[in-house]
Every structure is written in C-alpha cells, then in structure tokens.
C-alpha cells in the first residue's frame, strides 16, 4: 500500500468514479433475471488508469457500462465526483468497441462533433480540434470520410472525438480488439502517451487481453465469477509492469491468465468460487 | 510497365463500356425501325413510323403540338410535366421525413399510423386521379397531389423503418458528447436515414412519371401526357410517337440526375 503513492508519483488522488456496492440485475422476463455484477466496490482517482480483465461474458462492459451512467445499478451506487450519478454525461467520455463514426461527417466533423451539438460556433471550436488532430496524428487526415479510413485510424477517431471535449474520465470499452496486433501495440503506445502528455487525464479501459491490461493499466482489477464479481485487483503502476519482458511482467501476466482462463469451470461448479477471491497481489520493484 | 498499362486501359474500357454498349444498341435500335418502317406499304410503318417520320414533326409544327389555342411548345410541355412530378416528389420527400419522424416519437403513434399507412400505400396513384379532379378540379395541384400520393406513404413507412435501424450506439455516443434530444434528431437521426429514403424515392420515381402522365392523359390540358393524347385524337401516329420518345428520353433524364443527387449528396451508407 505504501508503494502505491510513490509509485503513482504527482497524480492527485481524490476519487472521481466510486462504486458502493454496486448489483446489477437484467430481467430477461417477469420469471427469469440474470445477476450480471454483484458487491462490486470500486474506486477511480483523478489520474488513474484502470483496466478491467476477465472473461467474455464476465460482466465487463457492464461494469463500464455503469460506470458511464449508460445503464443504472440495480442496488448500490455510483458516485461520480461525490454524487450519484444521474446519467449520460459528457464529463464521462465513452469509446465502444465498434465504430462509432458518424459515416456523413469528416474525421475533422467527427472530431468537433461534440462541439457543434452543444451548439458551439466552429470558430470556437477549430482550434480546438485541430489541437487534438495534430496530438493523435489526424491532421493529414481531416478532409477524409470513416469509409476511407483503416480500422486504426478510426479507432484514433473516435479517442479524439470524446477527448476533444475533455472528460473528466475516458471510459474504453475493447478499443482495439478488433485490430492486429502490429496495431494493437502502437494504439498502445499511442494511448498511453496521451494518458501521460495529459496530467490530469483518467482512463478506465476494459480488455480481455491480459498483456495490454498490465502494459497499460496502473490498477487492474479482473471481473469474474457468476454473479460477476471483482476477483482480483492489483496496482500495477511501478515500472517493472510497463516492460513486457521483465519477469514480474512475465509472471503475472502467467498468473493472471491462469486466474482469466480457469473461469470457465466454475460454471461448472458455481458454489465453490462464491466465495473465492483471488490473491492480492502488491507490488514492489 | 506492359502490365501496369494494360491494367490502366482496362481499367478505362471498363468504366466506358457500358456508354459504349449502350450507344451501340440504340443505334442498332433505331436503324433496324428504320428500315422496317422505310417501307410505307408495311402495317408496322403505319402505327410505329421511324424517327426519321417523326422527328420532322417538330421543325415543321415549329417546336409546337396541338391545334390553334391549345396549343403549346414541347419545352413547355416538358417542363410542365417535371415541374408536377418534382414538386410532388420533393413534397412528398420532405413530407415522409418528417411524418416519420414524428411517427416514431411514440410507440402508440406506431402501433396506430403504421396499419394505415400500410393499408393506403399499396394503392395505384392513379386510382387517385377522379378524386383529385373532384376536389381540386383540373390544375397543377392534382396532378402533384397524386405523385404526392404514390410515394408518400411507401417513404413514411421506409422512413420509421430506417429510424429503428440506426445503430443505438451511434445516437448513445451523441448523447455521451452533450447533444440533447432535438440535437439527437436534427445531427443524427435525420442525415442517418435520409439516403435510404432517398433511394426509395428513386425507386418510387417510376410510379410518380406514370403518375403524372395518366393524369396528363385523363384531365389536365397541358404537359407530356396530353401530347400523345393529342396524337391520338387527331389519329397522328407521328405525334404518339414522338410524345412516347420525349416521355422515354425525360424519365430517363430525370433516373440519371436523381441517382446523381444520390451519389453527391446521400452517399453514405449507416
Ligand atoms: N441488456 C442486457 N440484458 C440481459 N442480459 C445482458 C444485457 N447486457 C449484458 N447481459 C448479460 O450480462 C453478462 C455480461 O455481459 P457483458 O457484456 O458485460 O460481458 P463482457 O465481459 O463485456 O463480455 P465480452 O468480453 O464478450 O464483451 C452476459 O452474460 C450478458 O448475457
Ligand atoms: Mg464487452
């Protein structure tokens, strides 16, 4: 725990997205309801970049999903900034793992988007955008139509779009499964850089891919269970984690995929994991 | 080099090739009427006479069809008629979107217009033709209120089921940015489904120009549609056909200047 602050370095601390508790149910029909999340308790800083690990199915996007105030818990809480959440917010940006694009507008409308439907004149606006275009290397791109862009760039689009009107918090729902891995690693690195360029920039990013949670994430929590639950969390943001050749990295990438990929049996045999939670890792270099 | 030349003449040929075709056939076309109808004695001469037969008509009548005050020029007659089918058309566009629109606002109002809509839809514009003479006697608005008719309420239907085809997540991330509801509709929901039901138009185009036509024929005193008539009651099968050709020529003008706006305008696909 000591290690946590020194190794988070200048960032602030006070909580920005806190889950209390946090059930929620979906109701197929009147008899059937489905325990999706259960006794999730969570806590978001300012500064924080958190990825959420776990198995397809386990809850995460729901997780998220509530987290942005698109869905309502079904008991306990979410607090954002102190205060229940009451919804949709643009304080809290969301990129979803499909395109999203709007296919009518330029990278350069999409990016300013944001602005025109709060009724911002594009003179207020431009620079903005153009800021952002340049920072994640659109510029040459702006005249450009999403059907003339590579799944990357539009990917790229679409994290400038919900930064351009500066969240409080970037929510990330699988923003780059969908691409190779070539790609994969310079959306990474390119993801990171902006979290760093940005001091006050926090990010929740789910992911079922254990090497991008730990190159990426300063916290980590993996969703798991039936109900989903939190089954394990570490911080991760000393250095040794952002080397995938280290052999801290190495083993608990091992650990962590043996704890993703025994979920399925517990299926199986639902009761015996009711209570498991998994092993707190700490770390220290 | 050898390759990347071919490559690029074939590339050429293709986009040419079917102008070229097309030309080819039509001028086959006409000169396979034309020798068929160069005899006069042959029966088909009589009803289907060559362009050569009657094209002249034109320069004689000079650009003029019809007798003494009715008459009027082929321009006019042209323009009058796309004047009606655009209007209606435009009318009718403009009109789908927003009773769509507001049709899907509410559940109810689905559940209750949608029936009705489905039940006046299929019916023939031209059906509508005797009660628009009754109510708005012989004008142009009968003729744009019966292509009004035969594509309004197809495009509403269309345009409530482009409305639930939009991707939730497209109208979820407007509202994620800030836009409230008008700005939800008026950013997203509208260009979203204007090019799908703006290809409906143009599908529907074809019902709206026979539309008008038969309207033409039946009651009004100007346009396309009253040419051939014309032709036919001063048993002028030069006339008829020459309307027929302007008919053919116009409709196919006004296909290629839609598709056109469609791809300059309403390209994309959601
Ligand atoms: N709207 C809904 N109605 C009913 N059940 C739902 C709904 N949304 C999600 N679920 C269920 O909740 C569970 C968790 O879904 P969720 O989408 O959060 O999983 P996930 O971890 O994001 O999976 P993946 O990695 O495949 O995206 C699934 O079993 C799913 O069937
Ligand atoms: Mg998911």
Redesign the interface.
């Known amino acids: 725990m000591s290690s946590h602050s020194s190794a988070l370095g200048e960032r602030h601390h006070q909580p920005i997205l806190v889950c209390q508790q946090v059930a929620k149910v979906f109701h197929a029909n009147q008899q059937s309801s489905f325990t999706a999340l259960e006794e999730i308790n969570l806590e978001v800083a300012r500064g924080d970049f958190v990825t959420i690990l776990g198995r397809s199915g386990g809850g995460k996007s729901t997780l998220l999903k509530l987290l942005g105030g698109f869905i309502t818990p079904t008991s306990g809480q979410v607090l954002f900034h102190g205060v229940p959440l009451p919804g949709i917010t643009p304080k809290i940006g969301m990129v979803f793992q499909e395109n999203t694009l709007y296919p009518w507008l330029t990278v350069e409308q999409n990016i300013g988007f944001g602005f025109k439907v709060r009724g911002k004149q594009k003179c207020q606006y431009a620079l903005r955008v153009q800021d952002v275009m340049e920072h994640v290397g659109l510029a040459p791109a702006r005249h450009l139509y999403p059907h003339q862009l590579s799944g990357g760039m539009k990917q790229r689009v679409s994290i400038a779009r919900s930064l351009a009107i500066q969240p409080d918090v970037l929510l990330l729902d699988e923003p780059f499964s969908a691409l190779d891995i070539q790609l994969r690693r310079r959306l990474q690195k390119f993801l990171l850089n902006i979290w760093q360029d940005t001091e006050e920039a926090t990010m929740v990013l789910v992911t079922h891919d254990v090497e991008e949670a730990i190159l990426l994430g300063q916290k980590l929590i993996v969703v798991g269970g039936q109900p989903g639950q939190i089954i394990e969390s570490a911080d991760i943001s000393a250095p040794v984690f952002s080397d995938r050749y280290d052999r801290n990295f190495l083993d608990l990438q091992q650990h962590l995929e043996r704890v993703v990929g025994e979920e399925p049996d517990m299926m199986e045999n639902p009761f015996s994991w009711a209570t498991v939670s998994g092993p707190k890792i700490t770390s220290h270099s | 080099m050898v390759k990347g030349n071919s490559g690029r003449l074939g590339s050429i040929s293709r986009s040419l090739l079917p102008l070229f075709c097309g030309v080819i056939s039509c001028v086959v076309f006409v000169g396979v009427w034309e020798v068929i109808g160069a005899n006069p004695e042959n029966p088909i001469a009589q009803v289907l006479p060559p362009p050569s037969k009657f094209l002249p008509v034109l320069f004689e009548s000079d650009f003029k069809i019809g007798l003494g005050s009715q008459s009027a020029s082929i321009y006019q007659s042209v323009t009058v008629t796309l004047i009606r089918v655009i209007s209606g058309m435009t009318v009718a566009f403009v009109g789908s979107i927003v009773c769509g629109l507001l049709i899907s606002l509410s559940k109810w109002s689905e559940l209750f217009i949608l029936p009705i809509l489905g039940l006046i839809a299929p019916i023939a514009p031209i059906a509508w033709i005797p009660l628009a003479l009754v109510v708005f006697g012989v004008s142009n608005l009968t003729a744009v209120f019966i292509v009004f008719m035969g594509v309004f309420f197809t495009l509403t239907i269309a345009t409530v089921a482009e409305i639930k085809r939009i991707?939730e997540?497209?109208l979820?991330?407007?509202?994620?940015?800030?836009?409230?509801n008008f700005?939800?509709w008026k950013?997203?929901i509208i260009?979203?489904v204007l090019p799908g039901v703006f290809t409906l138009l143009r599908l529907n185009f074809i019902a709206a120009w026979m539309a008008v036509l038969a309207a033409e024929m039946t009651g009004l005193r100007d346009g396309l549609g009253t040419v051939v008539m014309t032709g036919r009651n001063l048993f002028n099968s030069n006339l008829i056909l020459l309307g027929i050709c302007i008919i053919g020529i116009t409709g196919f003008a006004v296909d290629r200047l839609l598709m056109m706006i469609q791809r300059k305008f309403f390209w994309?696909?959601?």
């Open positions: 991707p997540n497209l979820i991330t407007a509202e994620n940015l800030g836009g409230g700005v939800r950013f997203v260009p979203a994309w696909k959601v």
